[in-house]
Each structure stands twice: as structure tokens, then as C-alpha cells.
């Protein structure tokens, strides 16, 4: 049975196709259309799925999307009397509305020629986030939630799994959403753009949480996990806000109202200067996220009992407060597939339908790599028609046959200060770059934020570099830690390792680490076991493959970005291409990053 599930209309559209319930590929639209959080109908990604399982449109016996405008019609109709929004928003979700319901139009415009001939389903939205993280997960029972902005008229929903079955007990409606408050105070702080939440997250672990008392009126807790927003302080239930997209980046109108600049003082433009204030408020929003998070899995823990957790939603990508689940409550282990947000629809519709329909439990999610791989002869073909430009560039060109001889090279490079880009397998699904399309770094440099604004991004400040580190080695280095292959959890790093790995290590002496396993991604885990061998230190920095812009998808990308950046070594396979002249180092010599076997680390630690 073929399935292909969608996550269309909303930001990060996405496509995955289950054969027979084991997931064949899964890749977000954005990674084709080189737009970050492209929304609209996935018809590249739907393409790519069928291309990867060698099979038509045809072929599909069912569609599964993750939306059902269906659903809570009543809820819908009580909150239009009851608030009475803008006409041209009622207008625009009917309009939406019309579009979803024609998708089997839609794949057969976007697929001239073949026909389609299976049904087509509609998940609600929270369900496909629940049956994401349930089903992909290697839990047998567990309690699940889902917390995001929106979808399907609901900001949260949560219950159980069990075998094949998912219960809903619980979800919280329209207009009161946690993930709508933090994508509020992101607004106000000046992060505008869809998926800016991430910077609110960096920036809170240099504030105190000084405002927290004040952002308590914005949040009401209450019974059995509950909670509502004071509307007061927000526009999104009277105003026009899209939560629908027909193609482009997503873009949202400001979600809080005057009454939030009463409580907090003036909202920051987004280019200008932070100060110790809006550090502060971000700490308080994420803080108050914690306490709201903390409220709902009390209730849930007391519903269930149950020591197994999965999430999904958008908030799920909240690493900080993830990291946190283990210590502060009762749940013992917690899964978050590397998609948790809108694209992980398409992962748990189609999952859902699969379940629906009897079909055995899924195997367990435990590596990321379900997007795009490219053979050998593709990336020699391409290496072969630049090769004159990348003479004339001042690169050598070097073919690697054998993987231990490319690795102990390019741990010699990373050790050596060099910045990496590393092109190896199938693409990553979810929005974190795990060792496919990854930059790699030396974790013992002080100064990677300005090497690697330098060389190659500009990113502000606060923003932390993450490690991948090898899972055998990881609770020498983590406190507390468990498997977290997909980067889904900040936790303490170990008092006397912060100085060994200043790269990785945030102000409040914490990391965000990628468990790598030689089962899940041998070549990674070989590349970061030889630099482990030439260094005593079992991880490296890893940083999304991109350059403003959505993760590479293939060499060709690679080989651009590597070109208009300064990057000193590409990685494509294997082949290495190496920048004959080095690009220097910010001035500081070679010497000081040099590694030899098993250095000691007090030269480089935090200095
Ligand atoms: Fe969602």
C-alpha cells in the first residue's frame, strides 16, 4: 500500500511516502524551492517521494493531508459570534477552505499526464502532529502532545498511544495558543520572519527572567492542564492573519496588540540594537513558556502515568525547554521526531492512515536521512565540468577511495581550524542539518563565532553552535542525557568539560548535542571518531550546510555555497576540494588551533 502524506497550505510544506508503512522518503518543499518555509502545495517534494520509490502518481492508493477544516465547526461559528473578526478574514479561511478541498485537482494539475486514482483523507491537524510523534517513535505506549500556533481551529491537543492506537483526551481551541504567545513575543522583540522563535530561545539564556511576573497576566492557567490567553494583549482573533499560504514564504501581520507595549514598553524594530531589557523579556517568555509547558504535562503525567513522552508541534522545537522534561518531571524518556513541526504533518497523516487501515506498527524513527541522496557518478560529473573553474579559483580537487584515509583528513583539517563543509547521503528531514548536508568546526575554538561569521554566516551573536557527538561518549560529557539523535534537547554540559569545548558551550553552560550513532549515519560516526582519535575530543561543531538561505539538497548547491563563501574544504562524497590558499584565520596563527594527538586542551579552553 502506498502512501503519500502532505503538509500543504501551511508554512514548511512537505511530502513523505510510507510502502507498506515503512517510510520510503520525506523531504520539506523549501529544500527544492531554495524559500525557507515555503507554503503551499508540495508538488516538488510529492515528485521527489515518487521519483525515490520509483513509482507515478498513479501508483498512490491514498492521500493523507493534515488538515481537516471540518472539524469543531461548531467552536468556529461560537467564536465568530462571540468576537466578531474582520469580514476579509472570514473571507480569506473560505477561500482556504475551498482551496484544501480540491487537492486531488491539485497533484493532477501539478502531475499533467497521470492519473490519480486513490482517496484522499484529511487528518486534523493536532492528530497528525500526535500520530508523528506516537508512531515514529520507539515507544509502545506512551503519553503524546502537540503544541503549536494553530491548526485546525486548535493550539493543543493532547492523550495516549498504544500499540497502533492514538486516544485524544484533551485540546485547547482558538484563540488561546502557547505557541502563539511565543511567536507574539518574537514579533515584539523583532524577530519578524515564520520560524524566528529559535532566536528568542538563544537570546533568553543571556536575560534574567525580570518581566516574568508582569507576562503572568498574559497567561491564565487552569484546571487539568488548561490555560487561555488574556486577549487583550493579541490581534490574531479579531484581525486578518493568514495561517494559510498558497505559495512563498509565510508571513504573518503582528500578533500582539498595544496593550503588550503597555505591559512591556515599546516593541524592538527589528534592526535595532539589543539591549539588556529585551535579553530580559526573552528570558521571561521563555520562562513562562517552561511554566505553561510544566502546567500542561503535570496533567498529563497525572492523567497517564506513563513514563514515556512524545511531542510534536512547532513548540517541540523548543530545545531549551525539552531539555528540561526529564529533570523537572516525572517522565522518564521523551521522543521528538526531527520534523516536529508543520513539515511532520506529512510524516503523521500519513502514518495515521496507515494505522486506520490495520497496517503493523511503523519502525521506530531513529535517523533523519529521508530526503534526496546523489550517486557517486552525479557529484564526479559535476566536479569533472568545474574542474578548470575551480583550478582557476585556486582549489585542488582530491578522490578519496578510501572512507578512513578521507576521514583522518579531514579531522586533521577540522583540528587544524578549518572550516568544513560536508555533503555525504540523504538529506536531513526536519529542520536540522545531522551530519548529511552539515559545516563541521572545531568545538575547542574560543572564537568560532567570529571564524565562522568570517568564513562563511552572519548570524547574531547569541546564537549558539550545537555538537554532534558520538552516543558512547556523550554522558561523559552531558548530564542527564538520553539519546537525542535529532538535536531536540539543550542539557548541562559537565562542569569541567566547558572549557575544552568553548564552541559548543552556551553562557549558561549548557549544548545542544546530536547523538550519532555508527548504526544511523556510519560515515559521520566515522568522520567524528578519527577526529576524536587525533584530538581526546569525541564531537565536532556542526552547523547547518546554507548560507541564508534553506539547507543544500544537492552538490550543485554544495559547490555554490562553498564558492561564494570562504569555506577552506568541501566535502562532496569523496571528493575533497581544497582551497589552496588558505583564507586566514582572523589574523590569529595556525599554531594556536594546531592539534596534535590528544593535546591538552588548556591552550584552547575558553580563552
Ligand atoms: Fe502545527
Known amino acids: 500500500m502506498i502512501i503519500l502524506g502532505l503538509n500543504a497550505y501551511h508554512a514548511d510544506a512537505a511530502a513523505c511516502l510510507l510502502r507498506d508503512g515503512k517510510i520510503v522518503a520525506a523531504a520539506e518543499e523549501e529544500r527544492f524551492r531554495r524559500i525557507k518555509h515555503w507554503a503551499g502545495f508540495p508538488s516538488q517534494a510529492i515528485a521527489y517521494c515518487l521519483q525515490e520509490a520509483g513509482i507515478g502518481l498513479g501508483d498512490v492508493d491514498h492521500v493523507a493531508l493534515n488538515s481537516d477544516p471540518k472539524v469543531h465547526r461548531l467552536e468556529r461559528l461560537a467564536h465568530m459570534m462571540r468576537h466578531r473578526p474582520d469580514p476579509a478574514l472570514v473571507l480569506d479561511r473560505l477561500r482556504n477552505r475551498r482551496k484544501r478541498l480540491s487537492v486531488s485537482d491539485e497533484l493532477v494539475a501539478a502531475f499533467p499526464g497521470q492519473l490519480f486514482k ?88 543571556y536575560g534574567r527572567p525580570l518581566f516574568l511576573d508582569r507576562l503572568r497576566r498574559v497567561i491564565r492557567l487552569e484546571a487539568a492542564g488548561g490555560f487561555s490567553l488574556d486577549l487583550g494583549y493579541f490581534r490574531h482573533h479579531r484581525e486578518r492573519i493568514a495561517f494559510d499560504w498558497q505559495g512563498g514564504a509565510p508571513v504573518f501581520a503582528p500578533l500582539y496588540s498595544d496593550g503588550l507595549e503597555d505591559l512591556l514598553g515599546p516593541a524592538r524594530a527589528p534592526n535595532e540594537a539589543l539591549t539588556e531589557r529585551h535579553r530580559d523579556i526573552a528570558s521571561s517568555a521563555q520562562a513562562l513558556y517552561e511554566e505553561v509547558l510544566g502546567h500542561i504535562l503535570q496533567a498529563v503525567w497525572d492523567n497517564y502515568r506513563l513514563p514515556n513522552l512524545a511531542m ?77 573553474n575551480l583550478a582557476a579559483m585556486g582549489c585542488e580537487i582530491g578522490h578519496f577511495d578510501d572512507d578512513a584515509e578521507l576521514c583522518r583528513e579531514m579531522a586533521s583539517a577540522i583540528a587544524a581550524g578549518h572550516v568544513v563543509g560536508w555533503f555525504d547521503g540523504r538529506l536531513e528531514w526536519g529542520p536540522r542539518a545531522l551530519g548529511s548536508r552539515s559545516i563541521l568546526c572545531d568545538p575547542r575554538r574560543a572564537d568560532i563565532k567570529e571564524l565562522l561569521n568570517h568564513k562563511i554566516k552572519r548570524r547574531e551573536s547569541f546564537r549558539p553552535f550545537a555538537p554532534s557527538i558520538l552516543a558512547e561518549h556523550a554522558a561523559a560529557w552531558f548530564e542527564g542525557i538520553d539519546d537525542v539523535p535529532f538535536m531536540t534537547e539543550v542539557l548541562p554540559i559537565r562542569p569541567d568539560k566547558h572549557a575544552l569545548v568553548p564552541a559548543i558551550t552556551h553562557v549558561d553552560g549548557t549544548g545542544r548535542p546530536q547523538t550519532v550513532r555508527q548504526k544511523a549515519n556510519p560515515a559521520y560516526h566515522a568522520l567524528i571518531s578519527a577526529f576524536f582519535v587525533r584530538t581526546g575530543i569525541p564531537m565536532v561543531l556542526n552547523t547547518s550546510f546554507n548560507e541564508n538561505e534553506p539547507i543544500v539538497c544537492t552538490p550543485r548547491e554544495a559547490l555554490d555555497c562553498f564558492l561564494r563563501t570562504r569555506m577552506d574544504i568541501l566535502v562532496l562524497g569523496h571528493v575533497m576540494i581544497r582551497r589552496r590558499q588558505d583564507t586566514g584565520l582572523l589574523g590569529l596563527p595556525d599554531s594556536r588551533y594546531a592539534a596534535d594527538n590528544h593535546v591538552s586542551d588548556s591552550h584552547v579552553g575558553g580563552s
Open 312 to 388: 510534536a508541534g512547532g513548540c517541540a522545537l523548543n530545545s531549551v525547554a525539552n531539555g528540561k522534561i526529564r529533570q523537572t518531571t516525572a517522565f522518564r524518556h521523551l521522543y521528538v521526531q526531527p520534523a516536529a513541526g508543520d513539515a511532520g504533518g506529512a510524516l503523521g497523516s500519513a502514518l495515521a492512515v496507515w494505522h486506520k487501515h490495520g497496517g503493523d506498527r511503523t519502525p521506530p524513527m531513529d535517523h533523519a536521512y529521508w530526503g534526496p541522496g546523489f550517486a557517486s557518478a552525479d557529484i564526479d560529473r559535476l566536479v569533472m565540468a568545474e574542474a578548470a
Open 118 to 205: 486513490g482517496t484522499v483523507h484529511r487528518i486534523e491537524h493536532h492528530l497528525a502532529h500526535l500520530a508523528s510523534a506516537f508512531f515514529a517513535s520507539p515507544f509502545q505506549e506512551a503519553a503524546i502532545l502537540s503544541l503549536d500556533g494553530f491548526g485546525d481551529f486548535s493550539s493543543t491537543a493532547w492523550g495516549s498511544g498504544q500499540g497502533k492506537n492514538i486516544a485524544v483526551e484533551r485540546r485547547v481551541l482558538f484563540p488561546h495558543s502557547i505557541g502563539l504567545f511565543y511567536q507574539a513575543l518574537t514579533q515584539y522583540l523583532g524577530f519578524p520572519h515564520y520560524g524566528d522563535e529559535y532566536k528568542v530561545m538563544g537570546l533568553a539564556s
